[in-house]
Structure formats: C-alpha cells, structure tokens
C-alpha cells in the first residue's frame, strides 16, 4: 500500500513542524512520507528544537532536514498545522488536522521536551490508525 503523504506546516518552519517532520520519520516512515514547511524561513532551525530531537532521539536535524517554503513540498494527502496563534499557511490536501502545539521557541528545554512527546504521541497514533484502516 501506499505510503501518506503529509505536511507539518508552520509560519517559520523552524520548531514544532521541523520536530514533528523528524519525529514521523524516525517512529513511522512505514506508513508515512513526510516533509514540513512554511510561509517563510528561518536561517537555520530553532537550535532548542535541535538540541531536544537529538537528545530524545538521535537526530541531528541540521544534517537530515533545513527551513522550506511550502512551495517546495510536493503534493500531499494531509496536511497538519502545528497550532499557529496566527493565520496558518495553508496548503491543498484531503484531510487537514491542527495539533494545536504551544510554541516552545525561547523557553526552557522542558516546554520543547514536553512539545516532541505531544507530537510522538500524535505521530503513534496516526500511524496506528493508518496501520488498523489498512
């Protein structure tokens, strides 16, 4: 079966939407094909993000992953907004989900850890569902 195709999106695509694109890859690149990506651009990813991801699960995502523009992604079957207090990009899709994810950007390393394990449990269990409709 094929693969879904899904978009993490976000103003920046610098935290919450690249953690959730390293996160999906690492827990359920089975079943799942992901890419992240935003309105605009960062110079690099949030380096908290970065410091969290690789502590919890060994990725070093300023070598798997940099900020794009959502129109670099290509065409996908879901797209889930990370929980922007603003007006969040959009992009065409099928299905669309926001996880409404406090932005942990600037804050103690907890508030990042505690954003990755809200995303892990809502990348498990997609992938479960994904798996039970098969």
Known sequence: MEKLKIAYICVHNSCRSQMAEAITKKLASDVIDCW????ETKEKIDPGAVSIIKKLYDIDMEETQRSKLLTELPPVDMVVTMGCNVACPAL???????????????????E?????????AKV??????IIYNR
């Open 36 to 39: 992240s990506g935003g309105t």
């Open 112 to 120: 990042y850890e505690k954003t990755a394990r809200s995303i892990e």
């Open 124 to 129: 498990l269990e997609l992938r479960a569902r």
């Open 92 to 110: 065409a899709a099928d299905t669309k989900d926001d996880w409404g994810l406090e932005d942990p950007t600037g804050k103690p390393d907890d």
